[in-house]
């Protein structure tokens, strides 16, 4: 479940572009034109990249009790199948493309939020926006 967890969020849904501030290794971008598109493991899928000037996406790193983003398995299948974070009631993602991700299987989810699990936590870096 982990190998497949990993396929998905860096090879399918590209998670690091917006959960990884910044998403490269510095000097490793690619839109530079010269980079190799290392991604940046000091800040993986630790969130902080800003989305305008009120949103900034989450840190789905495993928090101390080895919850990513603090979620339970069942509060993270309800955010990726309605938008809905725990952690802001009444509120809806509005840059998480759960539109999309909702019509993945459960499989598949579990198979994310497992690796999720297995990943150390990280702390945000400094981008200005995504796919830095």
């Given at each position: 479940?982990?190998?497949?967890?990993s396929?998905?969020v860096?090879?399918q849904a590209?998670?690091a572009d917006?959960?990884s501030?910044?998403t490269y290794?510095?000097?490793h971008?690619p839109y530079?034109?010269?980079?190799?598109?290392q991604?940046n493991?000091?800040n993986?899928?630790?969130?902080g990249?800003?989305?305008?000037?009120?949103?900034t996406?989450?840190?789905i790193?495993?928090?101390?009790?080895?919850?990513?983003?603090?979620l339970?398995?069942d509060e993270?299948?309800?955010?990726?199948?309605t938008?809905?974070?725990p952690?802001?009631?009444?509120e809806?993602l509005?840059?998480?493309?759960?539109?999309i991700f909702?019509?993945?299987?459960?499989?598949?989810?579990?198979?994310?939020?497992?690796?999720?699990?297995?990943?150390p936590?990280a702390?945000?870096?400094?981008?200005?926006?995504?796919?830095q």
């Amino acid at each position: 479940m982990v190998g497949l967890g990993s396929y998905i969020v860096n090879a399918q849904a590209v998670c690091a572009d917006c959960h990884s501030c910044p998403t490269y290794t510095p000097g490793h971008n690619p839109y530079d034109g010269v980079g190799d598109g290392q991604i940046n493991p000091t800040n993986y899928l630790a969130g902080g990249v800003p989305f305008g000037p009120t949103l900034t996406s989450a840190d789905i790193t495993p928090d101390a009790t080895g919850k990513p983003a603090g979620l339970d398995f069942d509060e993270y299948l309800e955010l990726i199948r309605t938008g809905h974070d725990p952690d802001e009631p009444g509120e809806i993602l509005q840059v998480m493309p759960w539109p999309i991700f909702r019509n993945m299987n459960d499989r598949d989810i579990l198979a994310i939020y497992t690796y999720l699990t297995a990943i150390p936590h990280a702390e945000p870096g400094s981008c200005s926006g995504p796919g830095q």
